[in-house]
T-cell receptor, first 113, second 114 residues
Framework: AQSVTQLGSHVSVSEGALVLLRCNYSSSVPPYLFWYVQYPNQGLQLLLKYTTGATLVKGINGFEAEFKKSETSFHLTKPSAHMSDAAEYFCAVSGTGANNLFFGTGTRLTVIP | NAGVTQTPKFQVLKTGQSMTLQCAQDMNHEYMSWYRQDPGMGLRLIHYSVGAGITDQGEVPNGYNVSRSTTEDFPLRLLSAAPSQTSVYFC?????????????FGPGTRLTVT
């Protein structure tokens, strides 16, 4: 079984500051891990994913995430926040056997000018 | 490509009414799914399909039916709407099966049941 925990339902950062959104997962099989972003009144868009190989994954809009198996974590970071990063971010996990995604409860990011 | 499309964008139903949420994709994807999004709960899988004629239940299937007669379409039916089904519904599709493939999401349908 798979599950995801996102610490912090709301995160606020100043423009130009580091963005850190936390995600911990539980999986009985080697996981595939995803970060999706949702802008207001829109669907979800893939930011990045980890399947196999390099544990540091780079995505769109300057975001990256590192898969740490020993910590069962997949935290999302961006060195310098931009106003356009304000959105809700979802971490998700799937197993090797099926596409079904298990989502965390989401983190709403606010960027303060 | 239009990607994943959903209709309608908004819908208000009375308790007990039925309706069908439409979902279509033009990417020839085998895998399609329906999620509901509720505040503070993330997205939860309702039903999914790995190809035409094949459907299965997800995490929260009660009160919903699906069918998949073509690769392109995957409608979600509410047989007797209840206030607990007030939610935002997202359809998604994926080019392959096995977990590592990106899912492409539609814009969503906001449903209110009174």
């Amino acid at each position: 079984a798979q599950s995801v925990t996102q610490l912090g339902s709301h995160v606020s950062v100043s423009e130009g500051a580091l963005v850190l959104l936390r995600c911990n997962y539980s999986s009985s099989v080697p996981p595939y891990l995803f970060w999706y972003v949702q802008y207001p009144n829109q669907g979800l868009q893939l930011l990045l994913k980890y399947t196999t190989g390099a544990t540091l994954v780079k995505g769109i809009n300057g975001f990256e995430a590192e898969f740490k198996k020993s910590e069962t974590s997949f935290h999302l970071t961006k060195p310098s926040a931009h106003m356009s990063d304000a959105a809700e971010y979802f971490c998700a996990v799937s197993g090797t056997g099926a596409n079904n995604l298990f989502f965390g409860t989401g983190t709403r990011l606010t960027v303060i000018p | 490509n239009a990607g994943v499309t959903q209709t309608p964008k908004f819908q208000v139903l009375k308790t007990g009414q039925s309706m069908t949420l439409q979902c279509a994709q033009d990417m020839n994807h085998e895998y399609m799914s329906w999620y509901r999004q509720d505040p503070g709960m993330g997205l939860r899988l309702i039903h999914y399909s790995v190809g035409a004629g094949i459907t299965d239940q997800g995490e929260v299937p009660n009160g919903y039916n699906v069918s998949r007669s073509t690769t392109e379409d995957f409608p979600l039916r509410l047989l007797s709407a209840a206030p607990s089904q007030t939610s935002v519904y997202f359809c998604a599709s994926s080019s392959g099966t096995g977990g590592k493939y990106e899912q492409y999401f539609g814009p969503g349908t906001r449903l209110t049941v009174t």
